[in-house]
């Protein structure tokens, strides 16, 4: 299957029958980002969190009592 990165617009190839391929098929909101713009996405975004400044806002997790 090919694939086109939406940030850098390199096209590569993947497996038809891997679990990503599947996710791009069956769901249009996935998308698919290369293993370069994800590893230069991934460093920024723990520079930042270094910093202190930078917050991630994850829903608070709730403890069930069952």
């Known amino acids: 299957m090919k ?8 096209i590569n190839t993947i497996d038809d029958d891997s679990m990503q391929a599947k996710r791009l ?4 909101i996935h998308t698919y980002m290369c293993d370069a713009c994800y ?6 975004t723990n520079m ?5 400044n930078f917050h991630l806002y994850r829903d608070k997790k709730t403890e069930d009592e069952w």
Do not use: H, S
Request: proline share 4%; glycine share 4%.
């Open 39 to 44: 590893v230069r996405i991934e460093e920024k």
């Open 3 to 10: 694939v086109k990165c939406v940030l850098c617009d390199q």
């Open 25 to 28: 098929r069956n769901r249009p």
């Open 48 to 52: 930042r969190l270094a910093t202190g």
